[in-house]
């Protein structure tokens, strides 16, 4: 079984898959992070830390051994980018195939809402 690493980072949730290598009695995780700017697998320490987070079993068709692959090939390889492609594009890619984030729709849509109602606003004065 596949797992996945939600970290509550405040404003904003991180996403990492749980590896099958482990340091000092933790597991390791795998993420694409701005810290980093591309991908690496790192350990449960610096990516977690002390803050809240869950785990997520994902049941997948494709064995977790090929999705871990799959994730290490992107170490050192590809660019972290908030919009285009974070923790969250990247970990439902090397699942899915498909790099999405809702967290990015979410906060373009609010933004969106709040420029739209201060032209509004700004029209009504």
């Not at 079984?1 to 509550?8: H, N």
């Not at 810290?35 to 320490?45: A, I, L, M, Q």
């Not at 972290?80 to 439902?92: A, G, M, R, S």
Request: charged share 20%; glycine share 4%.
């Amino acid at each position: 079984m596949l797992q996945v690493v939600i970290v509550y980072m405040g404003l904003y949730k991180h996403w990492a898959l749980m590896s099958d290598r482990a340091t000092d009695g933790k597991p390791m995780l795998i993420s694409n992070t701005w810290r980093n700017g591309t991908v690496k697998e790192e350990s449960w320490d610096q990516v977690v830390g002390n803050r809240k987070f869950e785990v997520h079993n994902i049941e997948i068709s494709t064995a977790p051994s090929l999705i871990l692959t799959k994730a290490r090939s992107r170490i050192n390889r590809v660019k972290y980018d908030l919009l285009q492609y974070n923790c969250e594009h990247f970990v439902h890619e090397v699942i899915t195939g498909v790099a999405k984030s809702t967290q990015v729709k979410q906060a373009l849509a609010i933004s969106s809402l709040t420029v739209g109602a201060l032209y509004l606003m700004s029209r009504n004065r």
